[in-house]
């Protein structure tokens, strides 16, 4: 005879941050069918060939990294779980995944070419830096232990994406490219909330390593993030040869690599902080996602839920 097959009971919560992770999760719920991308295409005809060039391969890498994460990212993350309503979570994530890695395909077929959307794709799964970041994350989620997994996964969302979120936030900072840029921050809204809820379970595990484990775990996270880090300097190189943003997005990304310590409740890094972020970006991310044109553009029939710009401070668990 089997074990008994338990049926998940929401009336006896574990752990009360899986039950305030869910209800903010399906909360801010949304749909890339939903922003009216189109609105944005005299802005896009705006720009010069080299920017409309960035912006698309930004988009691309972007759908690799959202892609890895509705494939494998969250699926791996699902063989050690603590709770069965932390599962519920990462079935709610692991879709927002896909909602993600669609919706720059909603993007690209609004700003671009099926020539262009060609080449864009064949660029993301060819770029040398850009598949080397996803193999390194992928082959921890296939072959890492439960907290590598999850050290993987913040490195990924809370780290990894800012090379591609620099550019929709540089323009909305400008005031271009605004629903596109609405897009970019509903997901960083998103992943705000899931590198959050992930760094807390690593702590809850890492916690309970005797000292000399700890510190082991945190030599390879280390390690692991000046690797990802150096890459990134590549990547970043590629992807911004055609403009003049190649140091300020890297300061972004060490920034950011810093914040993802933080969501692992890990010492910081680099030097760098919000103040030394270009200031056109930090307003563009601290700018709310529903302006009130947006909510004219959209009409009647669709009203988003209330949003707000996340950041770190909004959503502590304590
Ligand atoms: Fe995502
Ligand atoms: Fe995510």
């Known amino acids: 005879m089997a074990e008994n097959y338990i049926a998940i009971n929401w009336n006896a919560i574990e752990d009360q941050i899986d039950k305030a992770t869910w209800e903010k999760l399906t909360e801010q719920f949304w749909l890339d069918t939903r ?7 005299d802005d896009w005809r ?22 890895l994460q509705s494939q494998d990212g969250m699926r791996s993350l699902m063989d050690n779980i603590r709770t069965q309503q932390e599962r519920a979570v990462l079935n709610n994530i692991q879709f927002m995944e896909s909602v993600h ?9 609004t700003l671009n070419t099926p020539s262009e959307i060609d080449e864009i794709f064949d660029w ?20 890492g232990s439960p907290l590598e ?13 800012y090379s591609g979120f ?31 809820y992930i760094g807390y379970k690593f702590q809850l595990g890492f916690n309970e390593l005797p000292q000399d484990e700890q510190d082991k775990l945190k030599d390879w996270m280390y390690d692991l993030v000046y690797d990802l880090y150096s ?24 920034y950011n690599a810093n914040k993802a310590l933080m969501n692992l409740g890990q010492d910081p890094l680099f030097p760098d902080t919000a103040a030394d972020v270009n200031p056109i970006v930090m ?10 044109d947006f909510f004219s553009q959209v009409g009647n029939g669709y009203r988003l839920g209330e949003v707000e710009a996340m950041s770190d401070d909004d959503y502590k668990f304590d």
């Not at 922003?35 to 295409?41: A, E």
């Not at 705006?46 to 892609?67: A, I, N, P, R």
């Not at 890695?101 to 077929?109: L, Q």
């Open 35 to 41: 922003i009216p991308v189109s609105n944005d295409l």
């Open 46 to 67: 705006s720009l010069t060939k080299d920017e409309q060039w960035v912006v698309g391969h930004v988009f691309g890498g972007l759908t690799l990294l959202d892609t």
């Open 101 to 109: 890695a669609k919706s720059y395909s909603t993007i690209f077929s």
């Open 124 to 143: 993301t799964n060819s770029n040398e830096h850009l598949q080397y970041k996803a193999n390194r994350i992928n082959d921890i989620y296939q072959t």
């Open 149 to 161: 997994k999850k050290i993987a996964s913040v490195f990924l969302e809370t780290f990894l994406f």
């Open 166 to 196: 620099f550019t929709p936030l540089y323009y909305l900072g400008n005031n271009k490219l605004t629903n596109v840029a609405e897009i970019i921050k509903l997901i960083i809204r998103d992943e705000s909330v899931h590198g959050t």
């Open 231 to 254: 890459n990134e300097e590549g990547y970043t190189n590629d992807l911004y040869a055609k403009t003049d943003w190649t140091e300020e997005v890297l300061t972004f990304l060490r």
């Open 283 to 292: 307003n563009g991310i601290s700018t709310s996602t529903a302006n009130h």
